[in-house]
Protein backbone atom coordinates (compact mmCIF):
# COMPACT_ATOMS: atom_id res chain seq x y z
CA UNK A 1 0.00 0.00 0.00
CA UNK A 2 0.74 3.13 -0.47
CA UNK A 3 2.60 4.92 2.63
CA UNK A 4 3.15 8.74 0.78
CA UNK A 5 0.33 10.05 -2.12
CA UNK A 6 0.93 13.36 -4.05
CA UNK A 7 -1.80 14.48 -5.74
CA UNK A 8 -0.92 17.24 -8.02
CA UNK A 9 1.17 18.75 -6.36
CA UNK A 10 2.11 22.56 -7.44
CA UNK A 11 4.18 25.00 -6.40
CA UNK A 12 4.15 28.49 -8.30
CA UNK A 13 7.39 31.30 -7.91
CA UNK A 14 5.36 34.29 -9.24
CA UNK A 15 4.55 33.17 -13.00
CA UNK A 16 7.28 30.26 -13.04
CA UNK A 17 5.65 26.70 -12.28
CA UNK A 18 8.40 25.27 -10.34
CA UNK A 19 6.43 21.76 -9.59
CA UNK A 20 3.54 21.46 -11.31
CA UNK A 21 0.58 19.16 -11.12
CA UNK A 22 3.17 16.30 -9.89
CA UNK A 23 1.41 13.14 -8.66
CA UNK A 24 3.08 9.83 -7.64
CA UNK A 25 2.46 7.31 -4.69
CA UNK A 26 5.44 6.10 -2.67
CA UNK A 27 4.87 2.80 -1.90
CA UNK A 28 6.19 1.55 1.89
CA UNK A 29 9.52 -0.20 1.83
CA UNK A 30 11.08 1.01 -1.28
CA UNK A 31 13.71 3.43 -2.42
CA UNK A 32 11.97 5.68 -4.85
CA UNK A 33 14.36 7.52 -7.11
CA UNK A 34 13.44 11.26 -8.14
CA UNK A 35 16.12 12.66 -11.12
CA UNK A 36 15.64 15.50 -13.45
CA UNK A 37 18.16 17.78 -14.70
CA UNK A 38 19.37 21.14 -12.54
CA UNK A 39 16.21 23.22 -12.02
CA UNK A 40 12.94 20.60 -12.80
CA UNK A 41 11.74 21.42 -9.55
CA UNK A 42 13.34 17.92 -7.00
CA UNK A 43 14.70 20.19 -4.08
CA UNK A 44 11.50 22.18 -4.12
CA UNK A 45 8.93 19.03 -4.56
CA UNK A 46 10.82 18.21 -1.37
CA UNK A 47 10.28 21.47 0.30
CA UNK A 48 7.08 20.93 -0.26
CA UNK A 49 5.99 17.92 1.18
CA UNK A 50 8.33 18.60 4.11
CA UNK A 51 6.14 21.66 4.79
CA UNK A 52 9.31 23.70 3.90
CA UNK A 53 7.52 25.58 1.54
CA UNK A 54 3.78 25.92 1.34
CA UNK A 55 1.33 24.55 -1.42
CA UNK A 56 0.31 25.92 -4.42
CA UNK A 57 -2.14 23.75 -4.67
CA UNK A 58 -2.28 19.57 -4.92
CA UNK A 59 -2.23 17.96 -1.60
CA UNK A 60 0.08 15.37 -0.22
CA UNK A 61 -1.55 12.16 2.12
CA UNK A 62 0.46 10.44 5.03
CA UNK A 63 -1.05 7.08 5.50
CA UNK A 64 -4.28 8.16 4.09
CA UNK A 65 -4.17 11.68 5.89
CA UNK A 66 -3.35 15.23 4.67
CA UNK A 67 -0.14 17.08 5.51
CA UNK A 68 -0.54 20.31 3.50
CA UNK A 69 -0.45 23.09 5.93
CA UNK A 70 1.09 21.17 8.39
CA UNK A 71 4.45 23.10 9.80
CA UNK A 72 8.08 21.19 9.34
CA UNK A 73 8.42 20.63 12.44
CA UNK A 74 4.80 18.61 12.61
CA UNK A 75 5.72 16.57 9.54
CA UNK A 76 9.09 15.79 11.06
CA UNK A 77 6.85 14.46 14.25
CA UNK A 78 5.14 12.41 11.72
CA UNK A 79 7.94 10.86 10.45
CA UNK A 80 8.75 12.37 7.64
CA UNK A 81 12.47 13.58 7.38
CA UNK A 82 15.24 15.14 5.36
CA UNK A 83 18.44 16.06 4.87
CA UNK A 84 19.47 19.26 3.27
CA UNK A 85 21.25 19.50 -0.19
CA UNK A 86 23.20 22.47 0.73
CA UNK A 87 24.12 20.33 4.66
CA UNK A 88 22.74 22.56 7.70
CA UNK A 89 25.02 21.64 11.03
CA UNK A 90 24.57 23.31 13.96
CA UNK A 91 28.35 24.18 13.77
CA UNK A 92 29.28 25.27 17.14
CA UNK A 93 27.98 22.20 18.41
CA UNK A 94 29.91 18.35 18.70
CA UNK A 95 28.92 15.78 16.10
CA UNK A 96 27.48 13.59 18.74
CA UNK A 97 25.48 16.71 19.64
CA UNK A 98 24.35 17.16 16.75
CA UNK A 99 22.82 13.85 16.24
CA UNK A 100 21.48 13.91 19.51
CA UNK A 101 19.16 16.76 18.54
CA UNK A 102 17.77 14.25 16.02
CA UNK A 103 16.76 11.88 18.80
CA UNK A 104 15.72 14.05 21.19
CA UNK A 105 13.18 15.35 18.82
CA UNK A 106 12.02 14.28 15.64
CA UNK A 107 9.37 11.63 15.55
CA UNK A 108 6.82 11.13 18.20
CA UNK A 109 8.36 8.44 20.81
CA UNK A 110 11.81 9.71 20.31
CA UNK A 111 14.58 9.88 23.21
CA UNK A 112 13.10 12.73 25.50
CA UNK A 113 16.36 12.40 27.78
CA UNK A 114 19.89 13.60 27.25
CA UNK A 115 22.09 10.85 28.50
CA UNK A 116 18.64 8.25 25.91
CA UNK A 117 19.28 10.78 23.07
CA UNK A 118 23.35 10.04 23.48
CA UNK A 119 23.01 6.80 23.14
CA UNK A 120 20.77 6.69 19.96
CA UNK A 121 22.56 9.27 18.89
CA UNK A 122 26.20 7.16 19.22
CA UNK A 123 24.09 3.92 17.50
CA UNK A 124 23.56 6.14 14.56
CA UNK A 125 26.93 7.62 14.32
CA UNK A 126 28.35 3.88 14.55
CA UNK A 127 25.60 3.03 11.95
CA UNK A 128 26.73 5.25 9.28
CA UNK A 129 30.23 4.72 10.10
CA UNK A 130 31.03 8.44 11.86
CA UNK A 131 31.61 7.16 15.23
CA UNK A 132 35.37 8.15 15.02
CA UNK A 133 34.20 12.10 14.63
CA UNK A 134 32.19 11.67 17.54
CA UNK A 135 33.85 14.40 19.92
CA UNK A 136 35.36 16.54 16.62
CA UNK A 137 32.91 19.97 16.48
CA UNK A 138 30.66 20.04 13.07
CA UNK A 139 32.49 22.87 11.85
CA UNK A 140 35.92 20.66 11.65
CA UNK A 141 34.33 18.28 9.01
CA UNK A 142 35.12 17.47 5.53
CA UNK A 143 32.25 17.36 2.86
CA UNK A 144 31.99 13.54 2.95
CA UNK A 145 31.92 13.75 6.59
CA UNK A 146 29.17 16.41 6.51
CA UNK A 147 26.73 14.49 4.12
CA UNK A 148 27.25 11.88 7.19
CA UNK A 149 26.79 13.72 9.91
CA UNK A 150 23.67 15.44 7.99
CA UNK A 151 22.42 11.76 7.30
CA UNK A 152 22.67 10.46 10.73
CA UNK A 153 20.67 13.32 12.23
CA UNK A 154 17.91 12.64 9.87
CA UNK A 155 18.11 8.90 10.78
CA UNK A 156 17.97 9.47 14.67
CA UNK A 157 15.18 11.08 13.87
CA UNK A 158 13.61 7.18 13.76
CA UNK A 159 11.56 8.72 10.37
CA UNK A 160 9.27 6.46 8.68
CA UNK A 161 10.23 7.95 5.21
CA UNK A 162 13.62 9.64 4.82
CA UNK A 163 14.43 12.13 1.73
CA UNK A 164 18.01 12.75 0.78
CA UNK A 165 18.89 15.35 -0.79
CA UNK A 166 22.17 14.56 -2.88
CA UNK A 167 23.74 13.13 -0.27
CA UNK A 168 26.30 11.85 -2.60
CA UNK A 169 27.28 15.06 -4.36
CA UNK A 170 30.74 15.82 -4.23
CA UNK A 171 31.73 12.23 -3.14
CA UNK A 172 34.30 10.15 -5.12
CA UNK A 173 33.31 6.84 -6.64
CA UNK A 174 34.93 5.03 -3.56
CA UNK A 175 33.00 7.02 -1.04
CA UNK A 176 29.90 6.90 -3.72
CA UNK A 177 29.50 2.93 -3.47
CA UNK A 178 30.08 3.38 0.08
CA UNK A 179 26.68 5.46 0.29
CA UNK A 180 25.09 3.50 -2.13
CA UNK A 181 25.28 -0.03 0.57
CA UNK A 182 24.46 2.34 3.17
CA UNK A 183 20.94 3.69 1.63
CA UNK A 184 20.33 0.19 0.83
CA UNK A 185 21.02 -0.62 4.72
CA UNK A 186 18.84 1.99 5.97
CA UNK A 187 15.98 0.61 3.90
CA UNK A 188 16.67 -2.55 5.12
CA UNK A 189 15.92 -0.94 8.50
CA UNK A 190 12.41 -0.43 7.70
CA UNK A 191 12.63 3.04 6.78
CA UNK A 192 10.85 3.79 2.84
CA UNK A 193 13.39 6.72 0.91
CA UNK A 194 13.07 8.77 -1.93
CA UNK A 195 16.82 9.56 -3.12
CA UNK A 196 17.59 12.96 -5.29
CA UNK A 197 20.42 12.08 -7.12
CA UNK A 198 22.66 13.29 -10.12
CA UNK A 199 25.02 10.51 -10.12
CA UNK A 200 23.53 8.13 -12.59
CA UNK A 201 25.13 4.96 -11.88
CA UNK A 202 24.43 5.09 -8.14
CA UNK A 203 20.72 5.84 -8.77
CA UNK A 204 20.25 2.58 -11.05
CA UNK A 205 21.70 0.94 -8.09
CA UNK A 206 20.32 2.18 -5.16
CA UNK A 207 16.60 2.46 -6.44
CA UNK A 208 13.47 0.29 -6.91
CA UNK A 209 12.12 2.90 -9.23
CA UNK A 210 12.87 6.17 -10.68
CA UNK A 211 10.81 8.69 -10.99
CA UNK A 212 11.96 11.78 -13.60
CA UNK A 213 11.22 15.74 -13.39
CA UNK A 214 11.78 18.26 -16.57
CA UNK A 215 10.70 21.58 -15.83
CA UNK A 216 8.92 20.84 -12.91
CA UNK A 217 6.60 17.87 -14.83
CA UNK A 218 6.48 14.15 -13.89
CA UNK A 219 8.17 12.95 -17.42
CA UNK A 220 8.02 9.87 -15.97
CA UNK A 221 8.14 6.47 -13.47
CA UNK A 222 9.31 2.92 -13.53
CA UNK A 223 11.80 0.78 -13.07
CA UNK A 224 15.20 2.07 -13.56
CA UNK A 225 16.35 0.60 -16.68
CA UNK A 226 13.23 1.32 -18.50
CA UNK A 227 12.98 5.22 -17.19
CA UNK A 228 16.70 5.38 -18.00
CA UNK A 229 16.51 4.01 -21.57
CA UNK A 230 13.29 5.95 -21.95
CA UNK A 231 14.19 8.78 -25.17
CA UNK A 232 12.21 11.18 -23.52
CA UNK A 233 14.42 11.14 -20.23
CA UNK A 234 17.61 10.68 -22.17
CA UNK A 235 16.78 13.70 -24.39
CA UNK A 236 15.96 15.71 -21.26
CA UNK A 237 18.65 15.10 -19.87
CA UNK A 238 21.37 14.62 -23.13
CA UNK A 239 19.91 17.01 -25.74
CA UNK A 240 17.57 15.86 -28.64
CA UNK A 241 20.15 15.16 -30.74
CA UNK A 242 21.50 12.97 -28.63
CA UNK A 243 18.82 11.30 -28.80
CA UNK A 244 18.01 10.84 -31.89
CA UNK A 245 21.41 9.32 -32.59
CA UNK A 246 21.16 6.77 -29.88
CA UNK A 247 17.99 4.95 -31.50
CA UNK A 248 19.09 5.51 -34.93
CA UNK B 1 24.21 13.29 37.68
CA UNK B 2 27.64 12.85 37.38
CA UNK B 3 29.81 13.39 40.47
CA UNK B 4 31.01 16.68 38.46
CA UNK B 5 27.81 17.83 37.88
CA UNK B 6 27.10 17.37 41.65
CA UNK B 7 30.69 19.11 42.95
CA UNK B 8 29.89 22.26 40.37
CA UNK B 9 25.81 22.14 42.08
CA UNK B 10 27.10 22.21 45.35
CA UNK B 11 30.49 24.87 44.56
CA UNK B 12 27.48 27.39 43.24
CA UNK B 13 25.96 26.41 46.50
CA UNK B 14 28.44 27.45 48.81
CA UNK B 15 29.13 30.63 46.57
CA UNK B 16 25.46 31.82 47.04
CA UNK B 17 25.75 31.15 50.90
CA UNK B 18 29.03 32.82 51.20
CA UNK B 19 27.45 35.92 49.13
CA UNK B 20 24.87 35.72 51.98
CA UNK B 21 27.00 36.27 54.83
CA UNK B 22 28.66 38.80 52.59
CA UNK B 23 26.64 42.05 54.14
CA UNK B 24 27.61 40.96 57.86
CA UNK B 25 31.66 41.53 56.99
CA UNK B 26 31.40 44.32 54.28
CA UNK B 27 30.69 47.64 54.21
CA UNK B 28 27.64 49.93 53.38
CA UNK B 29 28.78 50.68 50.27
CA UNK B 30 30.04 47.52 48.81
CA UNK B 31 26.22 46.13 49.89
CA UNK B 32 24.83 48.71 47.34
CA UNK B 33 27.78 47.85 45.15
CA UNK B 34 26.76 44.22 45.03
CA UNK B 35 23.27 45.07 44.79
CA UNK B 36 24.07 46.45 41.39
CA UNK B 37 26.02 43.87 40.93
CA UNK B 38 23.59 41.20 41.15
CA UNK B 39 21.20 43.41 39.32
CA UNK B 40 23.54 44.13 35.94
CA UNK B 41 23.89 40.03 36.72
CA UNK B 42 20.16 39.01 36.50
CA UNK B 43 19.60 40.89 33.30
CA UNK B 44 22.65 39.81 31.77
CA UNK B 45 21.71 35.72 32.72
CA UNK B 46 18.42 36.61 31.69
CA UNK B 47 19.08 37.69 28.91
CA UNK B 48 21.60 34.96 28.02
CA UNK B 49 18.66 32.99 27.60
CA UNK B 50 17.16 34.70 24.41
CA UNK B 51 20.63 36.44 23.31
CA UNK B 52 23.08 33.76 23.81
CA UNK B 53 21.20 29.92 23.77
CA UNK B 54 18.72 30.80 21.42
CA UNK B 55 20.62 33.07 19.15
CA UNK B 56 18.18 36.13 19.06
CA UNK B 57 20.21 39.04 20.15
CA UNK B 58 17.18 41.36 21.73
CA UNK B 59 18.04 44.95 22.13
CA UNK B 60 14.93 45.49 24.31
CA UNK B 61 15.33 43.57 27.49
CA UNK B 62 15.21 46.86 29.43
CA UNK B 63 11.51 46.94 28.07
CA UNK B 64 10.98 43.96 30.83
CA UNK B 65 13.05 45.73 33.54
CA UNK B 66 10.94 49.17 32.68
CA UNK B 67 7.38 47.08 32.47
CA UNK B 68 8.89 45.04 35.99
CA UNK B 69 9.41 48.03 37.72
CA UNK B 70 6.85 49.96 36.90
CA UNK B 71 3.92 47.25 37.68
CA UNK B 72 5.25 46.58 41.09
CA UNK B 73 5.72 50.22 41.94
CA UNK B 74 1.95 50.84 40.79
CA UNK B 75 0.79 47.84 42.60
CA UNK B 76 2.84 49.24 45.36
CA UNK B 77 1.85 52.56 45.72
CA UNK B 78 -1.57 53.04 44.03
CA UNK B 79 -3.69 49.81 44.52
CA UNK B 80 -1.70 48.83 47.71
CA UNK B 81 -0.75 45.42 46.88
CA UNK B 82 1.52 43.94 49.81
CA UNK B 83 5.49 44.10 48.06
CA UNK B 84 5.78 40.58 48.53
CA UNK B 85 2.50 40.16 45.84
CA UNK B 86 3.24 43.39 44.09
CA UNK B 87 6.91 41.96 42.97
CA UNK B 88 6.03 38.36 41.44
CA UNK B 89 3.03 40.57 39.35
CA UNK B 90 5.77 42.55 38.13
CA UNK B 91 7.60 39.65 36.49
CA UNK B 92 4.18 37.45 35.74
CA UNK B 93 3.05 41.07 33.71
CA UNK B 94 6.66 41.49 32.03
CA UNK B 95 7.07 37.53 30.66
CA UNK B 96 3.39 37.71 29.35
CA UNK B 97 4.62 41.06 27.65
CA UNK B 98 7.63 39.16 26.35
CA UNK B 99 5.37 36.11 24.89
CA UNK B 100 3.04 38.56 23.34
CA UNK B 101 5.67 40.99 21.71
CA UNK B 102 7.63 37.96 21.04
CA UNK B 103 5.36 36.00 19.10
CA UNK B 104 4.70 38.46 16.70
CA UNK B 105 8.35 39.59 16.36
CA UNK B 106 10.52 36.56 16.92
CA UNK B 107 9.41 35.69 13.47
CA UNK B 108 12.12 38.68 12.51
CA UNK B 109 16.03 37.81 11.98
CA UNK B 110 19.29 39.36 13.12
CA UNK B 111 19.02 43.19 12.24
CA UNK B 112 15.79 43.20 11.87
CA UNK B 113 14.53 41.59 15.15
CA UNK B 114 17.15 43.82 16.95
CA UNK B 115 15.63 46.93 15.53
CA UNK B 116 11.89 45.51 16.68
CA UNK B 117 12.86 44.84 19.72
CA UNK B 118 14.55 48.27 20.43
CA UNK B 119 11.63 50.21 19.09
CA UNK B 120 9.35 48.19 21.75
CA UNK B 121 11.56 49.47 24.37
CA UNK B 122 11.78 52.86 23.49
CA UNK B 123 7.59 52.63 22.37
CA UNK B 124 6.88 51.49 26.16
CA UNK B 125 8.76 54.54 27.15
CA UNK B 126 6.54 56.38 25.59
CA UNK B 127 3.75 54.94 26.44
CA UNK B 128 4.30 55.38 30.36
CA UNK B 129 5.58 58.77 29.60
CA UNK B 130 1.72 59.37 28.64
CA UNK B 131 -0.17 57.27 31.50
CA UNK B 132 -2.02 58.99 34.01
CA UNK B 133 -1.81 56.20 36.81
CA UNK B 134 2.52 55.83 36.05
CA UNK B 135 3.15 59.45 37.03
CA UNK B 136 3.68 60.16 33.59
CA UNK B 137 6.72 62.27 32.92
CA UNK B 138 7.40 63.09 36.96
CA UNK B 139 7.79 59.42 38.32
CA UNK B 140 6.66 57.08 40.58
CA UNK B 141 7.79 57.33 44.67
CA UNK B 142 7.63 54.36 46.57
CA UNK B 143 7.50 54.56 50.53
CA UNK B 144 10.84 54.01 51.83
CA UNK B 145 11.94 50.28 53.29
CA UNK B 146 14.34 50.64 56.12
CA UNK B 147 16.09 47.32 56.05
CA UNK B 148 18.35 47.52 53.02
CA UNK B 149 19.51 44.20 53.01
CA UNK B 150 16.11 42.67 51.77
CA UNK B 151 16.94 44.25 48.12
CA UNK B 152 20.44 42.02 48.65
CA UNK B 153 18.69 38.70 49.66
CA UNK B 154 16.10 39.40 47.17
CA UNK B 155 18.81 39.92 44.22
CA UNK B 156 21.15 37.73 45.46
CA UNK B 157 18.14 34.94 45.19
CA UNK B 158 16.53 35.99 42.18
CA UNK B 159 20.47 35.92 40.54
CA UNK B 160 20.76 32.50 41.82
CA UNK B 161 17.42 30.83 39.96
CA UNK B 162 17.87 32.88 37.11
CA UNK B 163 21.57 31.02 36.99
CA UNK B 164 20.07 27.64 37.93
CA UNK B 165 17.94 28.00 34.90
CA UNK B 166 20.31 28.74 32.71
CA UNK B 167 22.34 25.46 33.96
CA UNK B 168 18.95 23.81 33.56
CA UNK B 169 19.24 24.90 29.62
CA UNK B 170 22.17 23.42 29.19
CA UNK B 171 21.57 20.29 30.37
CA UNK B 172 18.15 19.55 28.97
CA UNK B 173 15.91 18.94 25.94
CA UNK B 174 14.17 22.52 26.33
CA UNK B 175 17.82 24.07 25.85
CA UNK B 176 19.15 21.67 23.04
CA UNK B 177 16.12 23.01 21.35
CA UNK B 178 17.21 26.13 21.77
CA UNK B 179 20.71 25.97 20.84
CA UNK B 180 19.47 23.92 17.46
CA UNK B 181 17.32 26.92 16.85
CA UNK B 182 20.11 29.48 17.35
CA UNK B 183 22.33 27.16 15.07
CA UNK B 184 20.17 27.03 11.92
CA UNK B 185 16.52 27.47 12.57
CA UNK B 186 15.43 25.57 9.32
CA UNK B 187 17.57 22.45 10.44
CA UNK B 188 15.89 22.76 13.89
CA UNK B 189 12.55 22.66 12.04
CA UNK B 190 12.63 20.01 10.23
CA UNK B 191 13.76 17.93 12.47
CA UNK B 192 10.95 18.13 14.90
CA UNK B 193 11.44 21.45 17.20
CA UNK B 194 8.40 23.54 17.19
CA UNK B 195 10.40 26.66 16.89
CA UNK B 196 7.35 29.30 17.21
CA UNK B 197 6.99 27.81 20.73
CA UNK B 198 11.22 27.33 21.95
CA UNK B 199 11.48 30.92 20.80
CA UNK B 200 8.56 32.39 22.75
CA UNK B 201 8.68 30.47 25.94
CA UNK B 202 12.49 31.44 26.03
CA UNK B 203 11.54 35.21 25.27
CA UNK B 204 9.05 34.91 27.86
CA UNK B 205 11.30 33.29 30.60
CA UNK B 206 14.03 36.11 30.23
CA UNK B 207 11.21 38.84 30.54
CA UNK B 208 10.26 37.29 33.60
CA UNK B 209 13.28 36.95 34.76
CA UNK B 210 14.34 40.89 34.02
CA UNK B 211 10.85 41.98 35.39
CA UNK B 212 11.64 40.94 38.74
CA UNK B 213 14.73 42.62 39.01
CA UNK B 214 13.05 45.69 37.42
CA UNK B 215 10.66 45.15 40.50
CA UNK B 216 13.29 44.69 43.18
CA UNK B 217 15.07 47.44 41.93
CA UNK B 218 11.75 50.42 42.18
CA UNK B 219 11.74 49.66 45.85
CA UNK B 220 14.85 50.06 46.61
CA UNK B 221 15.66 52.86 44.65
CA UNK B 222 12.17 54.55 45.71
CA UNK B 223 11.92 56.36 42.94
CA UNK B 224 11.34 55.52 39.24
CA UNK B 225 11.05 57.70 36.32
CA UNK B 226 10.41 56.49 32.26
CA UNK B 227 13.70 57.65 31.39
CA UNK B 228 15.90 56.02 34.42
CA UNK B 229 14.29 52.74 33.73
CA UNK B 230 13.75 52.03 29.71
CA UNK B 231 16.81 53.52 29.02
CA UNK B 232 18.71 51.73 26.02
CA UNK B 233 22.20 52.30 27.72
CA UNK B 234 20.85 49.50 30.49
CA UNK B 235 20.38 46.95 27.45
CA UNK B 236 23.53 47.42 25.90
CA UNK B 237 25.29 47.51 29.16
CA UNK B 238 24.00 44.00 29.91
CA UNK B 239 24.63 42.80 26.58
CA UNK B 240 27.97 44.08 26.62
CA UNK B 241 28.70 42.16 29.89
CA UNK B 242 26.73 38.95 28.66
CA UNK B 243 29.40 38.73 25.16
CA UNK B 244 32.35 39.87 27.62
CA UNK B 245 31.57 37.03 30.14
CA UNK B 246 31.08 34.60 27.03
CA UNK B 247 26.94 34.15 25.71
CA UNK B 248 25.66 30.76 25.74
CA UNK B 249 27.67 29.66 28.43
CA UNK B 250 25.89 28.97 32.32
CA UNK B 251 28.17 31.42 34.30
CA UNK B 252 29.82 33.25 31.54
CA UNK B 253 27.37 36.40 31.76
CA UNK B 254 27.78 36.48 35.57
CA UNK B 255 30.79 36.88 35.27
CA UNK B 256 31.13 39.65 32.56
CA UNK B 257 28.51 41.60 34.95
CA UNK B 258 31.01 40.61 37.96
CA UNK B 259 34.17 41.72 36.32
CA UNK B 260 33.02 44.92 34.46
CA UNK B 261 30.87 46.27 37.25
CA UNK B 262 34.13 45.96 39.16
CA UNK B 263 36.03 48.07 36.23
CA UNK B 264 33.92 50.42 35.89
CA UNK B 265 33.47 50.78 39.51
CA UNK B 266 37.04 51.12 39.82
CA UNK B 267 37.80 53.40 36.87
CA UNK B 268 34.83 56.00 38.20
CA UNK B 269 36.16 56.38 41.63
CA UNK B 270 39.88 56.59 39.97
CA UNK B 271 39.81 58.73 36.72
CA UNK B 272 36.56 60.25 37.13
CA UNK B 273 35.81 61.67 33.59
CA UNK B 274 37.93 59.39 31.42
CA UNK B 275 36.38 56.45 33.29
CA UNK B 276 33.88 56.14 29.62
CA UNK B 277 36.90 56.24 27.66
CA UNK B 278 38.43 53.76 29.37
CA UNK B 279 35.59 51.70 29.77
CA UNK B 280 35.01 51.34 25.89
CA UNK B 281 38.65 50.38 24.94
CA UNK B 282 38.68 47.46 27.51
CA UNK B 283 35.45 46.56 25.28
CA UNK B 284 37.20 47.12 21.91
CA UNK B 285 40.07 44.97 23.05
CA UNK B 286 37.93 41.99 24.53
CA UNK B 287 36.51 42.00 20.77
CA UNK B 288 39.45 41.88 19.09
CA UNK B 289 41.45 39.51 21.63
CA UNK B 290 38.92 37.12 22.99
CA UNK B 291 35.79 37.20 21.36
CA UNK B 292 34.44 33.94 22.78
CA UNK B 293 34.79 36.03 26.32
CA UNK B 294 36.19 35.46 29.52
CA UNK B 295 34.66 31.73 30.05
CA UNK B 296 35.85 30.66 27.29
CA UNK B 297 39.89 32.38 27.70
CA UNK B 298 39.70 30.17 31.54
CA UNK B 299 38.34 26.79 29.37
CA UNK B 300 41.61 27.28 27.13
CA UNK B 301 43.75 27.65 29.53
CA UNK B 302 44.73 31.25 30.90
CA UNK B 303 46.11 33.79 29.31
CA UNK B 304 48.50 33.53 26.46
CA UNK B 305 49.41 35.19 23.25
CA UNK B 306 49.00 32.10 21.75
CA UNK B 307 45.27 32.36 22.82
CA UNK B 308 45.04 35.92 21.96
CA UNK B 309 46.87 35.18 18.31
CA UNK B 310 44.60 32.22 17.36
CA UNK B 311 41.47 34.47 18.21
CA UNK B 312 42.75 37.25 15.60
CA UNK B 313 43.75 34.61 12.63
CA UNK B 314 40.35 32.86 13.51
CA UNK B 315 38.05 36.06 13.00
CA UNK B 316 39.98 37.49 10.30
CA UNK B 317 40.43 40.68 12.12
Keep these: ?248 | MSIKRWARLLGGLAVVLFLGAAPGIVSAFMVQFLINLFMMAILAESWNIIGGFTGYASFGNVAFFGIGAYTTGVLLTRVGFPFALALPAGGAVAMLFAAAVGFPILRLKGHYFAIATLGTAEMMREVVYNLEFTGAGTGLVMPILRTPLTFFYLMLAILAAVTLVNWWLSQSRFGYGLVAIREDEDAAAVMGINTPLYKTVAFALSGAFAGLAGGVYAYWITFIDPDAVFKVIITVQLIIMAVFGGTGTVLGPLLGALVLSAVSELLATQLATLAELFYGLIIILVVLFMPKGLSDLIRQGGLSLRYFARNLREYRI
Design chain 1, 1 to 248: MAILQARRVTKLFGGLAAVSLVSFDLREGEILGLIGPNGSGKTTLVNVITGTLPYSDGDVLFRGGSIRGLPPYEIGRLGLSRTFQIVKPFRNLTVLQNVMVGALFGARGGARELGSARRQAGEVLEFVGLAHRAHAPAEGLNVPERKRMELARALAMRPTILFLDEVMAGLNRAEIDEAVELIKRIRDRGITLVVIEHVMKAIRNVSDRIMVLFHGEKLTEGLPEEVLNNPQVVSAYLGRRYAEQAHA
